[in-house]
């Protein structure tokens, strides 16, 4: 429970800095779609990003800050 507790915290802090912010949307979680998939999309994109950094022990917070600038590249 605390495991799934800390991923989606993750994918909620993901979100807020990434959606609401940006000024893009505020009321995210009033919004079907913005739960289902934009907050999917988001949350999958952190895991994946963390699992790459932890594979290849660079957990910085430079060198995750350049591992997400080049994924959004590539």
Do not use: N
Not at 6 to 31: H, K, P, R
Not at 35 to 62: D, E, M, N, P, Q
Request: with cysteine; glycine share 6%.
């Amino acid at each position: 429970m605390k495991k799934i507790c800390s991923i989606l915290l993750l994918g909620t802090l993901s979100m807020l800095f990434a959606e609401v912010f940006s000024g893009a949307s505020q009321a995210w979680f009033l919004d079907p779609f913005g739960i289902l998939l934009t907050f999917g999309l988001y949350l999958s994109h952190c895991l994946l990003l963390l699992w790459i950094a932890l594979r290849v022990y660079k957990t910085t917070l430079r060198q995750l800050y350049w591992l997400g600038m080049v994924v959004w590249i590539v």
